[in-house]
């Protein structure tokens, strides 16, 4: 996740991962994504005692992101909250693409909560097991593609977003090969962070 989100910092901006004490290493549905939110929360005394001048919780729920910004003192960034504003920027039309299903009833109250539930169509899913289909990245791409493909001929959507941090390797490679803007989370975040931060670019 560092190595995918250094390059879009500034050189002289230091990042630094943290991994949650607890949880599933991917959140597949609503339960893991309650779980994920409690360990997020639990990072939160070690954050504020390392003096972190802004944070980003690198998964696409947003799990705990709230909750956070109240414990902390620095600016916090989610990976939906970024990529939906990148994505809905104008009020244009967009959706979310990802392998996970069981999240598709939060990703949707996720676009609401902020705001682009009129410019949101909603969440389209890979069939298969979401796992499996992650470990396979020539799968997972080639999946994804032809989702991405198949939903913005009927969509009409003018962006797309890949929703996960680990989906971030096929997002950069399905860049310019779907006829609609492909948004990954992981750079948004990074950008909007930055801009938090009042950092040049």
Same mark, same amino acid.
């Given at each position: 996740?560092?190595?995918?989100? %250094?390059?879009?910092?500034?050189?002289?901006?230091?990042?630094?991962?943290?991994? /949650?004490? +607890?949880?599933?290493?991917?959140?597949? $549905?609503?339960?893991?994504? $309650?779980?994920?939110?409690?360990?997020?929360?639990?990072?939160?005394?070690?954050?504020? %005692?390392?003096?972190?001048?802004?944070?980003?919780?690198?998964? +696409?729920? $947003?799990?705990?992101?709230?909750?956070?910004?109240?414990?902390? $003192?620095?600016?916090?960034?989610?990976?939906?909250?970024?990529?939906?504003?990148?994505?809905?920027?104008?009020?244009?039309r967009f959706c979310v693409v990802t392998t996970t299903p069981g999240l598709a009833t939060a990703i949707a109250a996720a676009a609401d909560r902020y705001g682009h539930g009129s410019a949101f169509a909603g969440t389209f899913c890979t069939t298969g097991d979401p796992v499996a289909l992650m470990r396979d990245?020539?799968?997972?791409?080639?999946?994804?593609?032809?989702?991405?493909?198949?939903?913005? /001929?009927?969509?009409?959507?003018?962006?797309?977003?890949?929703?996960?941090?680990?989906?971030?390797?096929?997002? %950069?490679?399905?860049?310019?090969?779907?006829?609609?803007?492909?948004?990954?989370?992981? %750079?948004?975040?990074?950008?909007?962070?930055?801009?938090?931060?009042?950092?040049? /670019?």
């Amino acid at each position: 996740m560092l190595s995918i989100a %250094r390059p879009y910092l500034p050189a002289d901006v230091l990042l630094e991962g943290v991994t /949650a004490p +607890f949880g599933s290493p991917l959140i597949l $549905d609503p339960a893991a994504l $309650d779980t994920a939110s409690r360990a997020v929360l639990a990072l939160a005394p070690g954050l504020r %005692r390392a003096g972190c001048e802004g944070v980003v919780v690198a998964a +696409f729920g $947003d799990p705990a992101l709230d909750e956070l910004r109240i414990s902390l $003192d620095c600016p916090v960034t989610g990976l939906a909250e970024a990529a939906m504003a990148r994505a809905a920027l104008g009020g244009q039309r967009f959706c979310v693409v990802t392998t996970t299903p069981g999240l598709a009833t939060a990703i949707a109250a996720a676009a609401d909560r902020y705001g682009h539930g009129s410019a949101f169509a909603g969440t389209f899913c890979t069939t298969g097991d979401p796992v499996a289909l992650m470990r396979d990245a020539p799968r997972l791409e080639d999946a994804l593609y032809r989702l991405c493909e198949t939903v913005a /001929a009927r969509e009409q959507v003018k962006a797309i977003v890949i929703g996960g941090g680990p989906l971030a390797g096929a997002a %950069r490679a399905l860049a310019g090969r779907v006829p609609a803007l492909l948004v990954e989370p992981i %750079r948004e975040a990074m950008l909007m962070a930055v801009a938090r931060l009042a950092v040049p /670019a």
